[in-house]
């Protein structure tokens, strides 16, 4: 028999496997009434909860309102003038690491002119089966065209459903803007327009539109936006 051979006899059954956790773990044995409690101490948490304010959201009957900076529906915005912001450039679409947007540039042309520029987006597509609510998209743009909302019910029952077109994302026209198409204002450059120098319809650009679109709902109330404006400047505008 061999000198080993008579260590591993010598050692005592079972190992570290016989010894106690507590042993091993170095700690002390409990007490009595830790004894006493032990079986229900992981209870603590539930039963301490049960007296703490309620925080379940009764969602969709009761609709709280989102952190403000919180990453919904996107938004296609207009100039003070009613100009459309997007001008087709596509960056936003290229920094999409989802490849959730589809642009299309159109040329603006003197009879139809959307935004400041030589260009405008004709087609705007955002899928929302894609979209993964980065906001790179948002980032990327250098016009602000693109915003994002806080809108968060996003749901159909088609694929086509959830893929938004212009049309959806485009922002409502506001009270005394100048709905598209139309010049731009008289003697601005589309530099003009990033730097904030527009800062509401002109009653030219009014009066083009009331030739080509009598119709139109924004009209009456950039008629007044434009001739309160004109009175504030002296018309010097
Ligand atoms: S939020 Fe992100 S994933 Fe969604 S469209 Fe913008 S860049 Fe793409
Ligand atoms: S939304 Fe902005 S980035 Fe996208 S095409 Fe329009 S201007 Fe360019």
């Not at 703490?52 to 403000?68: A, D, G, I, S």
């Amino acid at each position: 028999m061999t000198e080993s051979h008579d260590r591993d006899l010598q050692k005592p059954s079972g190992g570290e496997v016989g010894r106690r956790a507590s042993e091993i773990a170095g700690g002390e044995e409990p007490t009595g009434l830790a004894k006493a409690f032990a079986p229900v101490a992981g209870f603590g948490v539930t039963i301490s909860t049960l007296f703490r304010p309620v925080v379940t959201e009764q969602y969709p009957f009761e609709k709280l309102p989102t952190e403000p900076r919180y990453h919904g529906r996107h938004q296609l915005n207009y100039h003070p003038d009613g100009l459309e912001k997007c001008i087709g450039c596509e960056l936003c679409a290229w920094a999409c690491p989802a490849d959730a947007i589809y642009v299309e540039a159109g040329n603006n042309t003197p009879e139809a002119q959307y935004a400041p520029g030589e260009r405008y987006g004709k087609v705007y597509q955002i899928n929302y089966l894609r979209c993964i609510f980065c906001g790179m998209c948002i980032e990327a743009c250098p016009t602000r065209a693109l915003t994002m909302t806080n809108e968060f019910e996003l749901a159909g029952t088609t694929r086509e459903e959830m893929i938004f077109t212009k049309d959806q994302l485009l922002a409502p026209v506001r009270e005394g803007m100048l709905a598209a198409p139309h010049p731009m204002v008289e003697g601005t450059t589309d530099k003009d327009y990033y730097q904030g120098s527009v800062t509401g319809p002109t009653t030219e650009q009014v009066e083009w539109v009331r030739e080509r679109r009598p119709d139109d709902e924004t009209l009456e109330a950039a008629d007044k936006a434009a001739r309160r404006a004109d009175a504030t400047s002296g018309g010097t505008r």
